[in-house]
């Protein structure tokens, strides 16, 4: 019996997916998060970081395509954040695990400080000030609660997405 090959995409997804594992690349799962405020919300797509390596690199080595990180580790302690190699401004929220958010601030780039973690957590998520107009970063200081991925679902509808700004607009920094 003649041997038939294999869908040449198919191969090449084989292909692809052994030269990533042998460079050691970890491939990141990506779910979709709704942060509330008072009077807004937003839905938008974010990697989850969950072992120590891609935690360890956060936003310094993300492409220019991701818009939020979050972190889950496996116990509650405190956590340290800092900015090295990172480029861009960023809004780092301490959330509980229900969603809730403890802390927010908002990281400079460059900063050699580290900001040290007050809460004892397992989550913690980071969204790109660039990627927001003056009005939407000037609002995104307000999230009381994030929905969605270890957060459970949201009954709250008419959410806008977090999506990068057209050209021409000047993003807050």
Request: with cysteine; charged share 15%; hydrophobic share 35%.
């Amino acid at each position: 019996m003649k041997r038939q090959p294999l869908c040449p995409l198919l191969a090449l997804f084989f292909l692809f997916f052994q030269t990533m594992n042998a460079k050691g690349v970890e491939l990141i799962p990506s779910i979709i998060l709704q942060a509330s405020s008072s009077t807004r919300c937003w839905h938008f797509d974010a990697h989850v970081l969950a072992t120590p390596k891609t935690r360890q690199i956060g936003f310094s080595g993300q492409p220019l395509t991701v818009s939020a990180l979050l972190f889950v580790w496996p116990q509650t302690q405190a956590r340290n954040f800092w900015m090295k190699n990172t480029h861009i401004r960023i809004h780092l929220f301490r959330v509980d695990q229900t969603g809730q958010v403890e802390t927010h601030d908002q990281l400079d780039p460059g900063e050699a400080f580290v900001y040290r973690d007050p809460s004892q957590g397992r989550y913690a998520v980071e969204i790109r000030s660039d990627w927001l107009d003056t009005q939407s970063s000037e609002a995104l200081q307000h999230i009381t609660k994030f929905s969605g991925g270890p957060f459970g679902s949201s009954t709250r509808t008419g959410c806008q997405p977090l999506q990068r700004p057209s050209r021409g607009m000047i993003p807050s920094h």
